[in-house]
C-alpha cells in the first residue's frame, strides 16, 4: 500500500525537487506519487531515475514531507529520513528511529560491485553514470547476480539502533576520493551557498522563495558539451537549456550576477554553427540543431544593457555583436522566401510555440513575430555597431532592418491586423487567431500609430484574460484548454508583451498584465504555463523561465495609478 503523503508548510516539494546549485542529482515525485532519486546527465530523453525511496512505515502508512532550500525530511512512522547535498555531485542520506531503502531502477548490464566494507560501485550502463555508495552505520546492499547484470538492487539504511548514514558519489569514471557520510556538515555548507547566491537578498514572500530556490536549484555545473554553469529549465522532465529559455534566465540573473547571465547566452552562442544557426537545446552530452529557436537576442541585448552595466563592457559588446550577427545572418540567408522578402519558420517548434494555431496549415510559415523579432535584432545590431564605431556595418544593419519593416508591412499587415503566410502560396488560415501575430508589439516604436493602436486593442479586448493574455483567442475554433500554445498563458510571452507596452507608454495596461501575471504562481506555482482563466498550472514545474519572469517582474513592475 503506498504511504499518503502529507506536505508541511515548506517549500512545495509536491511542486519542486530538492537539488541545489550544480548538481545532477534531484529528489521528486514521479507521476506514480513515489519518491525518487534522479540523475541529470544526458538530457530530457535520457532515463534519469536511478532509486526509489521506500520506508518501513508498519505503525502507520503515512509519509510527511517537509524541504528547506538546504535539506529534504521525510518522517515515516516513528522513523526520520533526512536527505542533503553538501556539494554537486554528492548526496547524504541520515536515518534514525526506522529502515529506509533505496531500489534501484535497474536496466540491462547494470551492476553492483562491492568495493570493500560498506562501500559499493553501482554502474547505471545505459545512463552512462556511476554511483559510489558510501555508509556508516546501519548500511547494507543487497542484489541478484544475473550473469550480465545486477538485478534487485536495494541500498537498505536500518538506523533502528543507532542512526544509518550513506554518502551517495556520481562520476563518469573513476571516483577520485571517496565520500565520507557526514550530514549536518553538508547540510550547513549548502544552506550558507544559498545565502552566498542570495548575496543579502531579502525574500518577501514564499512565492518569491520558491522562485529564488527554482533559479539556485536548476543550475547544472559545466561538463561536457556545457561550457559554462548551465540553468536547466527544470530538474523534473525538462534537463537542457534551450536557444531562447536561456535570454529569460539572463534576465533574471543580470542584475546580482550578470556574470552567470552572461554564461547563459555563451552556453548556447559557444554551439553556433558556421552558417550561423544556434541549437534548438545543449545539454551534457549533446547539441540538438533538429530546431532553431526565435531570434529573441537583439530583445534580450538590449535588455542585459538596461539591466546592468557589465553589458557594456566593449569585450562583451564585441562577443554579442558577433555572433548576433551571425545569427541574424544565418536567417537572412538560409530562411528567407525571396519572392515575399521574408523570413519563415520550417517547423512550430522553431517558433518555441510548437503546437500554435498557425502552424496547422502547414509550413514554411512567414509570420510576423518572426519579422519582427529579426527586425529589432537588426536595430539592435545598429546600436551596438555605433557603440563599436562600425560605421558602414551600422548603416548596413539600418537598410536591411528598413527593408524587412518594409516587406512586414506589405506581406503581412491587414486592416484587420498582422497575420501568418504559409510559404510559398501566401495561404492564411483564417481561423487562427493566435497571440504569435500581434507579437510585432516589440517593435512598437517603428509602427505607425493607427497600427500600434489597432494592436493594443485587439490584446486587450480579444486576448487579454484573468491571469493575463491567452495565447490562442478564446473566439477561435482552435483554442484548447490546457492546450499548450493554444490557450494557456506564458511567461516569456508574457514579459515580451508587458516590457514592450510599457516603453511604448502603455503604462496601465503594462502593469495590470504585470500584475495579473504576479498572481499566477499563487494558484498555479511555477508551472509551465497556465489556464487564462483560473490560473491553474499546466504541464511541467519547477520552470526556470517563469521564475525568472516572476522575479524579474518583482524587480520592474511598480504601479502607476496615473498611467495612460
Given at each position: 500500500?503506498?504511504?499518503?503523503?502529507?506536505?508541511?508548510?515548506?517549500?512545495?516539494?509536491?511542486?519542486?525537487?530538492?537539488?541545489?546549485?550544480?548538481?545532477?542529482?534531484?529528489?521528486?515525485?514521479?507521476?506514480?506519487?513515489?519518491?525518487?532519486?534522479?540523475?541529470?546527465?544526458?538530457?530530457?530523453?535520457?532515463?534519469?531515475?536511478?532509486?526509489?525511496?521506500?520506508?518501513?512505515?508498519?505503525?502507520?502508512?503515512?509519509?510527511?514531507?517537509?524541504?528547506?532550500?538546504?535539506?529534504?525530511?521525510?518522517?515515516?512512522?516513528?522513523?526520520?529520513?533526512?536527505?542533503?547535498?553538501?556539494?554537486?555531485?554528492?548526496?547524504?542520506?541520515?536515518?534514525?528511529?526506522?529502515?529506509?531503502?533505496?531500489?534501484?531502477?535497474?536496466?540491462?548490464?547494470?551492476?553492483?560491485?562491492?568495493?570493500?566494507?560498506?562501500?559499493?560501485?553501482?554502474?547505471?550502463?545505459?545512463?552512462?553514470?556511476?554511483?559510489?555508495?558510501?555508509?556508516?552505520?546501519?548500511?547494507?546492499?543487497?542484489?541478484?547476480?544475473?550473469?550480465?547484470?545486477?538485478?534487485?538492487?536495494?541500498?537498505?539504511?536500518?538506523?533502528?539502533?543507532?542512526?544509518?548514514?550513506?554518502?551517495?558519489?556520481?562520476?563518469?569514471?573513476?571516483?577520485?576520493?571517496?565520500?565520507?557520510?557526514?550530514?549536518e556538515g553538508t547540510a550547513d555548507a549548502s544552506a550558507s551557498e544559498y545565502a552566498a547566491w542570495l548575496g543579502g537578498k531579502i525574500l518577501t514572500d514564499e512565492t518569491e522563495r520558491m522562485a529564488n530556490y527554482i533559479l539556485w536549484g536548476n543550475f547544472v555545473r559545466?561538463?561536457?558539451?556545457?561550457?559554462?554553469?548551465?540553468?536547466?529549465?527544470?530538474?523534473?522532465?525538462?534537463?537542457?537549456?534551450?536557444?531562447?529559455?536561456?535570454?529569460?534566465?539572463?534576465?533574471?540573473?543580470?542584475?546580482?550576477?550578470p556574470d552567470k547571465a552572461f554564461e547563459q547566452l555563451k552556453v548556447i552562442l559557444d554551439w553556433q554553427d558556421p552558417s550561423g544557426a544556434l541549437p534548438d537545446y545543449v545539454n551534457d552530452a549533446f547539441a540538438s540543431y533538429s530546431c532553431v529557436k526565435p531570434p529573441?537576442?537583439?530583445?534580450?541585448?538590449?535588455?542585459?544593457?538596461?539591466?546592468?552595466?557589465?553589458?557594456?563592457?566593449?569585450?562583451?559588446?564585441?562577443?554579442?555583436?558577433?555572433?548576433?550577427?551571425?545569427?541574424?545572418?544565418?536567417?537572412?540567408?538560409?530562411?528567407?522566401?525571396?519572392?515575399?522578402?521574408?523570413?519563415?519558420?520550417?517547423?512550430?517548434?522553431?517558433?518555441?510555440?510548437?503546437?500554435?494555431?498557425?502552424?496547422?496549415?502547414?509550413?514554411?510559415?512567414?509570420?510576423?513575430?518572426?519579422?519582427?523579432?529579426?527586425?529589432?535584432?537588426?536595430?539592435?545590431?545598429?546600436?551596438?555597431?555605433?557603440?563599436?564605431?562600425?560605421?558602414e556595418e551600422q548603416s548596413s544593419w539600418k537598410t536591411k532592418a528598413d527593408m524587412l519593416f518594409d516587406a512586414m508591412m506589405t506581406h503581412l499587415c491587414s486592416d484587420s491586423g498582422f497575420i501568418s503566410r504559409r510559404c510559398p502560396d501566401g495561404e492564411v488560415d483564417?481561423?487562427?487567431?493566435?497571440?504569435?501575430?500581434?507579437?510585432?508589439?516589440?517593435?512598437?516604436?517603428?509602427?505607425?500609430?493607427?497600427?500600434?493602436?489597432?494592436?493594443?486593442?485587439?490584446?486587450?479586448?480579444?486576448?487579454?484574460?484573468?491571469?493575463?493574455?491567452?495565447?490562442?483567442?478564446?473566439?477561435?475554433?482552435?483554442?484548447?484548454?490546457?492546450?499548450?500554445?493554444?490557450?494557456?498563458?506564458?511567461?516569456?510571452?508574457?514579459?515580451?508583451?508587458?516590457?514592450?507596452?510599457?516603453?511604448?507608454?502603455?503604462?496601465?495596461?503594462?502593469?495590470?498584465?504585470?500584475?495579473?501575471?504576479?498572481?499566477?504562481?499563487?494558484?498555479?506555482?511555477?508551472?509551465?504555463?497556465?489556464?487564462?482563466?483560473?490560473?491553474?498550472?499546466?504541464?511541467?514545474?519547477?520552470?526556470?523561465?517563469?521564475?525568472?519572469?516572476?522575479?524579474?517582474?518583482?524587480?520592474?513592475?511598480?504601479?502607476?495609478?496615473?498611467?495612460?
Amino acid at each position: 500500500m503506498k504511504a499518503l503523503l502529507l506536505f508541511d508548510k515548506s517549500l512545495p516539494f509536491d511542486r519542486v525537487p530538492f537539488t541545489r546549485y550544480g548538481s545532477y542529482f534531484a529528489v521528486s515525485m514521479g507521476r506514480d506519487g513515489d519518491i525518487y532519486l534522479r540523475d541529470l546527465h544526458g538530457g530530457d530523453m535520457s532515463p534519469s531515475c536511478l532509486y526509489k525511496f521506500r520506508f518501513d512505515m508498519t505503525d502507520a502508512p503515512e509519509l510527511r514531507v517537509y524541504m528547506s532550500e538546504s535539506q529534504l525530511e521525510l518522517t515515516f512512522g516513528c522513523g526520520l529520513c533526512r536527505i542533503s547535498m553538501g556539494n554537486e555531485n554528492t548526496m547524504h542520506i541520515l536515518v534514525e528511529n526506522g529502515i529506509a531503502r533505496l531500489e534501484a531502477v535497474s536496466a540491462r548490464y547494470d551492476s553492483l560491485v562491492p568495493l570493500g566494507a560498506l562501500c559499493w560501485e553501482h554502474q547505471f550502463y545505459s545512463q552512462n553514470t556511476k554511483i559510489m555508495l558510501v555508509g556508516k552505520g546501519g548500511v547494507s546492499a543487497q542484489s541478484d547476480w544475473r550473469v550480465t547484470e545486477s538485478a534487485h538492487v536495494s541500498i537498505i539504511l536500518d538506523g533502528r539502533s543507532e542512526a544509518a548514514m550513506c554518502a551517495i558519489k556520481s562520476y563518469k569514471a573513476v571516483p577520485g576520493v571517496a565520500p565520507v557520510p557526514d550530514f549536518e556538515g553538508t547540510a550547513d555548507a549548502s544552506a550558507s551557498e544559498y545565502a552566498a547566491w542570495l548575496g543579502g537578498k531579502i525574500l518577501t514572500d514564499e512565492t518569491e522563495r520558491m522562485a529564488n530556490y527554482i533559479l539556485w536549484g536548476n543550475f547544472v555545473r559545466a561538463e561536457g558539451c556545457l561550457h559554462y554553469d548551465a540553468m536547466y529549465m527544470n530538474k523534473l522532465a525538462m534537463g537542457n537549456i534551450w536557444s531562447w529559455d536561456n535570454c529569460f534566465g539572463a534576465i533574471a540573473l543580470a542584475r546580482i550576477h550578470p556574470d552567470k547571465a552572461f554564461e547563459q547566452l555563451k552556453v548556447i552562442l559557444d554551439w553556433q554553427d558556421p552558417s550561423g544557426a544556434l541549437p534548438d537545446y545543449v545539454n551534457d552530452a549533446f547539441a540538438s540543431y533538429s530546431c532553431v529557436k526565435p531570434p529573441v537576442y537583439g530583445f534580450t541585448t538590449a535588455k542585459l544593457r538596461e539591466r546592468s552595466d557589465f553589458f557594456k563592457n566593449r569585450e562583451v559588446v564585441e562577443f554579442l555583436y558577433d555572433k548576433i550577427s551571425k545569427l541574424t545572418c544565418f536567417w537572412l540567408t538560409y530562411r528567407m522566401d525571396e519572392r515575399l522578402g521574408l523570413p519563415r519558420y520550417f517547423h512550430g517548434n522553431d517558433s518555441g510555440w510548437d503546437n500554435a494555431s498557425v502552424f496547422h496549415a502547414g509550413v514554411p510559415l512567414c509570420s510576423p513575430d518572426l519579422s519582427a523579432y529579426l527586425i529589432q535584432q537588426m536595430d539592435t545590431l545598429t546600436d551596438l555597431a555605433g557603440v563599436l564605431d562600425l560605421k558602414e556595418e551600422q548603416s548596413s544593419w539600418k537598410t536591411k532592418a528598413d527593408m524587412l519593416f518594409d516587406a512586414m508591412m506589405t506581406h503581412l499587415c491587414s486592416d484587420s491586423g498582422f497575420i501568418s503566410r504559409r510559404c510559398p502560396d501566401g495561404e492564411v488560415d483564417a481561423g487562427a487567431k493566435s497571440l504569435l501575430n500581434l507579437l510585432p508589439v516589440v517593435i512598437w516604436y517603428r509602427l505607425p500609430d493607427n497600427i500600434l493602436i489597432k494592436l493594443v486593442s485587439v490584446l486587450e479586448n480579444e486576448f487579454e484574460q484573468n491571469y493575463g493574455l491567452s495565447t490562442e483567442s478564446m473566439e477561435s475554433p482552435y483554442y484548447e484548454k490546457g492546450g499548450y500554445w493554444l490557450g494557456p498563458v506564458w511567461a516569456p510571452v508574457s514579459y515580451l508583451f508587458i516590457d514592450s507596452l510599457k516603453k511604448a507608454g502603455y503604462l496601465k495596461m503594462a502593469a495590470r498584465l504585470a500584475e495579473k501575471f504576479l498572481k499566477l504562481p499563487l494558484i498555479g506555482g511555477m508551472a509551465e504555463n497556465f489556464d487564462p482563466v483560473t490560473g491553474e498550472g499546466y504541464d511541467d514545474n519547477a520552470f526556470a523561465w517563469t521564475a525568472s519572469v516572476y522575479l524579474t517582474l518583482k524587480e520592474e513592475y511598480v504601479p502607476n495609478d496615473k498611467a495612460g
